[in-house]
């Protein structure tokens, strides 16, 4: 599927996302496979005689070296070193495997190819798209468990939208960048509001499960108020692409269904 005619066509967005099975994280009909083949895919149109297999495009350093080369734009880069200590690379290890106990359907999403750097500072953490498949993790990440797993999900969330973008953008060129989140950031770009509004519903789907317990739960409403002024900002936005608007859709209904159960045990509790 070219990406000229997904940036266009609603029916070509939709056999694309009938492909994949709606969006990374929230669709438990989502094909990560089909998803990471097509994003090779694309990666080796834009090199073609970069690397001689698919697979190796998949690779975060060599997916690197062919943005660096072929992106339209350029980063200097986030200060940061490989991320090597053991005992944080435990800490990492066990907390995906804490996630992916709880939520079994998310396995596959946390066994691809990443790299994790440490970053100085008081940072949390990041993603860039034009660094794939790497996330910068910074020493406060690792404070306690709880928020070492809503980084690991918040980050994991970006690198696999960001997949979704590789094959489309999600806004039209010459969209503004005047959308402030939520949390008070300004300055965002459609891509930006709907990249954090998808990091909001994957880590509100994670702590509001019915095992919880109470502060996961009080963070995961928080999430979803944040979700909400998220598909608020994005809604009927005509710079969305059409693949844009199907992830916007994803969003909003997601919303609508942590609204509705919260309504539900407001109801039952009453």
Partial sequence: MAA????????RAMELWQALGGTPFLA????????L??????????????????????????????FRKNARCRTEGIESVPLEDPELLRQITEATERITARVPQWTPLFQIPIRYRHMPGSHISCTTALIPQ???????AFAYDRLLE????????????TFVSELCDLQVDGSPTQF?????????????????GHFAAVAARYFLRSDTDADSHQRGTELVGYLGGCVTTAADRLELTPVGRLVQADLAAAWELHTRSALAKETAAS
Avoid: C, N
């Fill in 4 to 11: 000229d005619s997904l940036m266009t066509s609603p029916t």
């Fill in 180 to 196: 402030t989140l939520p949390s008070g950031t300004s300055g965002k770009s459609l891509r930006g509001v709907l990249l954090a």
């Fill in 150 to 161: 809503e980084t690991l999900i918040h980050e994991h969330a970006h690198v696999w939208l």
């Fill in 134 to 140: 790497t996330i910068f993790l910074g020493t406060p």
């Fill in 37 to 66: 083949s097509l994003a090779a895919a694309a990666r080796r149109r834009v090199d073609p005689s970069a690397y001689p297999t698919l697979a190796e495009y998949l690779d975060p350093a060599k997916a690197a070296d062919v």
């Fill in 28 to 35: 438990d009909t989502f094909q990560p496979r089909t998803l």
